[in-house]
């Protein structure tokens, strides 16, 4: 029954990995099969599909909004990322074959920020760019919408990344003044355009300011989080103990030179920035002096928490195996399958990775204990441990994702090692390539077979995708 | 049962109100505590809906003396173990088991003394609230310390006694003022009004809100009682430990208040405004409102003492009145008729088509479009789809200004909606309603067409007022799947639904009906087939009668008065107006043919001069009054009253008085409305009395036709008929069942 044959290999391991149950049958009746339980697979390969890998990735370091990038434009950060990922990987300018970036508060001016940024940074004027946003896995869609190019055939290098600048928004004028000035430019007269100026009134000139909230619902995501935590019985304690967990392994990180994805950047008129600004491990005494910021007076969401407002960008590549070992690289990972969810946007705003995981798992074949690497976008403490208290329930599973049982959560010695969103910070929008990046560097460092990357956004939505340590 | 509520009543007055040593024995099933550290956790848990019953009261009085007495406890939350309710309000039963108004006055006393003692208790009590907290209720949350409640759709705070006819009777209309201010507390108590929990925040009504839960380890509703049960312990722990202060430091706007009111001629001249304001609405028709006031006037001028004796025995004299007991025989009424007594139909209706986007039409499919229903709304032309179509828009973004719905609800909601001007999708259609034109033959091509597309199982409802269901059926291939459906205008304000069966259809088919007019909001009631059915034809006679009294000479403006005067929310002439004139002469005409002379009374023909003149109603402008868009005010319409001349009648002065002109009025409908209970076209009298007051606005201090009969007295009705009898004749000719009940006064509609 067992050859050396690949391919009925493959077919063995799929059936082994079809449910739990399967492999106990097996397990009793063969004992040559433990071994194969035992061990995970080699690889995700499947006849026929190509192989789409990371060459590398890269960000700028990630700062609270206000700070050092405070008077720059969103494309500037863009551009930074996009030529330090040229740099990083000395790849000519028109090999590049299509350029996705990803955005969430858009720049007017910038609306699609993938080609400004990109004919800032140099590359080919020839090479087409778009934007896509789906609020915090947007640089995760970017960088989806690039395998997709290349699994179709359509490109063989792809650069896929995302941008947030929060430390300028746009404040809109309120609609009646929009509507005033817009009927001023048509008014040909000058008594017509004095008439339309005098009927502004003061109150017209309340401005429109842009919100954390959701559209639907018009409930902030802090506030969401905050009762997913109550709905979850998070504790204010087990909140502020998991944030404290992101600070120091993320100034742990720091200090040991982990964060390689950070490229130096020179801010016009400032000095090189070459480290995240927003990690600051605290103590829990100091921790639980904050008051609640969304839910008054008793709520357990809390500054120290939450993720911080950042500014920030991030960059990968992404390429065909064959184009990238013809060019002379050794990629870093393979990126393999993965899925978008969507739930209610209300009470399960912030749910995607239980929702995900899962799903990501099965179409890979694969199970939690398979996996050596979790990254997780950390939101906020809250959400997280509502996610790992979802994941661990098997009522939860049952009742509302339709499954026989939980998937289990992630060991924590394997979740978010080198920090998280809550403590490195987290640009909406960049978040996602971070995300990858870093699953590609731990799985190097730690030499683990599999990792799993995991993120919730804005609208209900959410995001896994697994990825494969590239053969070192 | 009434005995033994009546022996707990009687224990309780005796003062037996801590726990024996007999009750001990016994376990408690409607309160039970739990002790956290140092927080006793009250939970009521009635085995059906959480009310002050003699039961509860008793077991809460037994809890809170063991609370009391447990020195380690220093605090204590109140809370509901039902997910839809904290204390939905006083055991109705219980007042109603009373059979004076002293033994009304002792509960309500007992119930005030009770709340004394919470009010002064020494260990801080949160009352910690979701869903409805209402009546009694509301009273005992608002004697505790503190207040919590959860921003579920389902909480409300309110005291609805108003609206039975009572009024707060354990201590509200002495908290309130103090709580709120003398305008504010008006305001809530008397017009009964339900308060949403925001609203109540900013009132300053409860002290904290505490936000509804989605899915996580538990189901939502229970997680979100266990999260209100643990932010309401941390906040009695804040209390005890004096870390929360009691009272709020009062804002400039309140402290300016506080000083005006401080001014006895001030309060003189708020309680002089509101008794004036209630005297217009009620024409003093409404004794608990006139009673509040001087409540509340007690309590501020004299001091509690008198205050709270005020409102007991007011309370005790309000539940004895007629009025009461009619408000609550509607309350009753309107419960019933919110039930299906045909059962679950075997197919649910989830696609819905409604033919004819006029008002009738468009108003059904924004009833239903907003509770889920897939509505196709068909019309023959684009205007009148764009119209009808609009008409939906507005009335649900009416809703999001009032902030009842989102505008993202109003968007999915709409999402239901399907406008067009084909059959397209009839084939999937459970249910069709028709609300075309009042004509028999446009009826007729309808319903052939209809049917020619839809499937076997679907109904077809047609909405008429007058036309009878069974000639509209004649041409159906299928009659057991035809019924009738008449809405009232405007759909989305007017509770009633008239449904109407044949001899033919199925009771598949109306359990079908009722559950789409249920699931739409409706009070429901079922009556049988005939010329006008119920409604329209208790109200053809009252109209006849009006214009015959417009005839002779009557003022279009006295008319109304008289017919307010006696408790009718619309006049006559308005309501006339409002129908359209042209209805009620189409309408006037049709049953005229169907019930002959009986049904005469004004001239038909002075209708048709008035619809050939355009003067329509409200909708052309110009009926009995003159509408000018914008306008509040409407003068009458003086080329109406120039038609009327060449119709004058000479009024008979031995039945002209106001009096009498009101009870020509009122009897010719009541006498028609028993009549239909007669001819069985009416179920039964609690149906008949919802029609009345919910369709046609018959006064509700009567509590409806049948309630009337049985308190004015059926013998004192067939005399003053009789009177106007040898006038007019056969109009006022008592009905058999009417004679059955006068000549024995034993006989109640209403036992």
């Not at chain 1, 991030?314 to 993965?338: N, Q």
């Not at chain 2, 069966?501 to 007019?517: E, F, L, Q, R």
């Amino acid at each position: 029954m067992l050859t050396t044959n690949q391919s009925s290999y493959d077919l063995f391991c799929f059936i082994l990995q079809r449910s739990k149950k399967e492999k106990c049958t097996f397990h009793f009746h063969n004992t040559t099969v433990n071994i194969f339980v035992a061990k995970s697979k080699k690889t995700l390969a499947k006849p026929g599909v190509k192989n789409i890998v990371l060459v590398d990735g890269v960000r700028t370091p990630f700062l609270q909004s206000g700070t050092i990038y405070a008077d720059l434009m969103p494309h500037d950060l863009a551009r930074a990322a996009l030529q330090g990922l040229l740099n990083r990987t000395g790849l000519p300018k028109d090999a590049v074959d299509y350029i996705v970036y990803g955005t969430v508060i858009q720049e007017v001016k910038t609306s699609n920020v993938a080609r400004e940024a990109a004919l800032g940074a140099g590359f080919s004027d020839k090479t087409p760019a778009h934007t896509v946003t789906m609020a915090c896995i947007s640089s995760n869609q970017a960088m989806t919408t690039a395998v997709g190019l290349i699994a179709a055939g359509q490109c063989d290098a792809v650069v896929a990344g995302g941008v947030e600048f929060m430390s300028d928004v746009p404040i809109r004028h309120s609609r009646r003044m929009r509507k005033t000035m817009l009927s001023l430019n048509k008014a040909k007269t000058l008594g017509a355009r004095l008439s339309l100026l005098g009927s502004i009134r003061l109150a017209h000139l309340a401005p429109e300011l842009p919100a954390v909230a959701e559209f639907s619902t018009a409930e902030t995501m802090g506030h969401s989080a905050d009762r997913l935590a109550a709905a979850f019985g998070v504790s204010r304690l087990e909140q502020d103990e998991f944030a404290l967990r992101s600070h120091t392994l993320a100034k742990k990180a720091q200090d040991s030179g982990l964060l390689s994805d950070v490229i130096s950047f020179k801010v016009p008129g400032k000095d090189i920035v070459s480290k995240d600004n927003g990690i600051r491990p605290s103590t829990m005494e100091q921790m639980a002096k904050l008051k609640p910021a969304f839910i008054k007076p008793h709520g357990t969401v809390t500054a120290a928490n939450s993720s911080f407002l950042t500014d920030g960008a991030s960059a990968v590549l992404i390429m065909s195996e064959e184009k990238a070992l013809a060019m002379g690289y050794k990629p870093k990972a393979y990126l393999r399958d993965f899925v978008y969810v969507s739930q209610d946007p209300k009470d399960q705003l912030l749910l995607g990775p239980t929702y995900a995981t899962p799903k990501v798992l099965e179409k890979s074949g694969l199970t939690l204990n398979d996996i050596d690497v979790f990254e997780f976008h950390e939101a906020f403490a809250g959400q997280i441990m509502a996610n790992l208290k979802a994941m661990e329930s098997d009522w939860f599973a049952q009742t509302y994702m339709g499954r026989k049982t939980k998937v289990g959560a992630p060991p924590m010695e394997k979740f978010n090692s080198w920090g998280g969103s809550l403590s490195l910070g987290h640009p909406f929008a960049a978040t996602g390539c971070r995300l990858v990046t870093t699953v590609a560097h731990r799985l190097q460092k730690e030499g683990g077979q599999y990792g799993l990357v995991a993120a919730c956004a804005a609208g209900g939505q959410g995001h896994a995708m697994v990825i494969e340590a590239y053969p070192q | 049962e009434r005995e033994t509520r009546l022996k707990f009543i009687c224990d309780c007055t005796a003062g037996v109100m801590s726990s024996t040593g007999r009750s001990a024995f016994f376990s408690r099933t409607h309160v039970n505590y739990e002790i956290k550290g140092d927080v006793a956790v009250i939970r009521m848990n009635d085995p059906s809906v959480n009310t002050l019953s003699v039961q509860m009261q008793r077991e809460m009085t037994e809890v809170m003396d063991e609370v009391w007495g447990n020195s380690a406890v220093q605090s204590v939350v109140l809370i509901s173990s039902k997910p839809g309710s904290f204390i939905a309000g006083a055991d109705l039963n219980m007042i109603q088991a009373c059979t004076t108004a002293e033994e009304v006055t002792l509960l309500s006393q007992e119930g005030q003394k009770m709340f004394e003692k919470i009010e002064k208790s020494p260990k801080p009590i949160v009352a910690a609230i979701n869903g409805s907290c209402l009546g009694g209720g509301f009273e005992f949350a608002i004697a505790c310390q503190y207040r919590i409640a959860t921003k579920s759709k389902k909480t409300v705070l309110g005291c609805p006694e108003v609206m039975l006819g009572l009024l707060p009777g354990a201590g509200g209309t002495q908290r309130l003022p103090k709580m709120l201010g003398l305008p504010s507390a008006f305001d809530v108590v008397l017009t009964g009004r339900s308060i949403r929990p925001d609203k109540a925040k900013k009132m300053g009504l409860v002290h904290q809100l505490v936000d509804t839960l989605g899915p996580g380890l538990k189901s939502p509703e229970e997680r979100t009682i266990e999260y209100l049960e643990e932010v309401a312990v941390e906040a009695a722990r804040g209390l005890a430990k004096k870390q929360i202060p009691l009272t709020k430091e009062k804002g400039l706007m309140q402290k300016i208040q506080d000083y005006v009111m401080s001014y006895p001629f001030v309060r003189q001249q708020i309680y002089n405004t509101v008794q004036k304001k209630v005297m217009k609405q009620t024409k003093g028709l409404y004794p608990a409102p006139l009673k509040i006031i001087e409540c509340v006037k007690a309590g501020l001028e004299q001091g509690p003492t008198a205050g709270y004796l005020a409102e007991s025995q007011n309370f005790g004299k309000l539940a004895m009145t007629p009025e009461s007991k009619a408000l609550i025989g509607l309350y009753h009424g309107q419960v019933t008729c919110k039930k299906n007594r045909f059962g679950t139909p075997e197919k649910e209706v989830k696609a819905l088509a409604v033919l004819g986007a006029g008002l009738m039409g468009a108003g059904i499919a924004q009833v239903s479009v907003d509770k889920g229903i897939h509505t196709i709304l068909k019309d023959t032309t684009l205007e009148g789809l764009s119209r009808g179509e609009q008409q939906v828009y507005k009335g649900l973004n009416d809703k999001t200004k009032k902030k009842s719905i989102t505008t993202f609800e109003r968007d999915s909601f709409l999402s239901n909606l399907t406008g067009q001007l084909d059959y397209n999708g009839f084939n999937k259609a459970d249910m069709v309603i028709e609300a075309v034109f009042e004509d028999l033959s446009i009826k007729h091509k309808v319903l052939k067409e209809v049917e020619a597309v839809i499937p076997p199982h679907c109904i077809f409802a047609t909405n008429t007022s007058a036309l009878p269901i069974k000639d509209i059926a004649a041409v159906s291939k299928r009659p057991e799947k035809v019924i009738g459906m008449h809405y009232f205008s405007p759909v989305d304000k007017m509770q009633l639904l008239e449904i109407i069966t044949t001899d033919k259809t199925s009771k598949d088919t109306t359990a079908s009906a009722v559950a789409v007019g249920l699931k739409q909001g409706k009070v429901i009631i079922v009556v049988g087939d005939g010329p006008g059915f119920y409604t329209t034809r208790c109200l053809a006679p009252m109209l006849a009668e009006a214009v015959r009294v417009l005839q002779e000479g009557v003022d279009p403006k006295k008319l109304d008065s008289l017919t307010t005067g006696f408790g009718f929310p619309v006049g006559a002439a308005t309501l006339a107006d409002e129908v359209g004139i042209d209805v009620a002469a189409h309408v006037a005409e049709d049953l005229g043919k169907a019930f002959g002379s009986r049904f005469g009374g004004g001239n038909i023909e002075f209708l048709k001069s008035m619809v050939d003149k355009g003067f329509k109603g409200r909708k052309s402008g110009k009926g009995c009054y003159i509408y000018q868009p914008g306008l509040k005010r409407r003068d009458v319409n003086t080329e109406a009253l120039e038609i009327l001349e060449s119709y004058k009648l000479t009024p008979n002065a031995a039945i002209s008085s106001d009096s009498d002109i009101q009870y020509r009025l009122v009897s010719r409908f009541v006498n028609e409305a028993v009549l239909c209970l007669q001819e069985g076209i009416l179920a039964n009298p609690v149906e008949g009395d919802i029609g009345a007051v919910f369709g046609l606005g018959f006064p509700p201090c009567l509590g409806g036709p049948f309630r009337f009969v049985d308190s004015f007295g059926a013998d004192k009705l067939v005399e003053k008929m009789r009177k106007f009898e040898e006038v007019f004749g056969n109009q006022f000719t008592p009905c058999q069942l009417l004679l059955d009940h006068a000549k024995d006064p034993s006989k109640k509609f209403h036992k």
